[in-house]
């Protein structure tokens, strides 16, 4: 769990200091989370109650970290990891001429 991860293509840094798991972006502190009651769990910073989750393949290989919504990849943008991706929705035509708004 340690070393160097990515919350998309952002690098995170995550080492251990004084017991706790520490995440670092550009070297600042971002995240610390310690371990209750057998979780790892946000204790400073955005990710604090969240419990992070250590997920892996079905060959026991570590896939991905997930934090609440956050997954978090050894590689930018990592293949095969569940990370949302956006899809642009099809723009609309206007069918008609543009009617001004009255508000």
Do not use: N
């Not at 520490?22 to 990710?47: L, P």
């Amino acid at each position: 769990m340690l070393g160097l991860w990515h919350w998309g293509p952002g690098p995170v840094v995550f080492a251990c200091e004084a017991g706790d798991l520490v995440a670092r972006q550009r070297g600042i502190e971002a995240w610390r989370f310690g371990v209750d009651a057998g979780r790892v769990v946000g204790i400073r910073g955005y990710h604090s109650g969240e419990q992070l989750r250590v997920v892996r393949r079905s060959d026991g290989v570590v896939s991905h970290l997930d934090i609440g919504t956050f997954i978090l990849t050894r590689e930018p943008y990592e293949d095969g990891a569940p990370i949302p991706r956006w899809t642009p929705r099809p723009r609309l035509r206007a069918t008609g001429p543009a009617r001004r708004s009255t508000c």
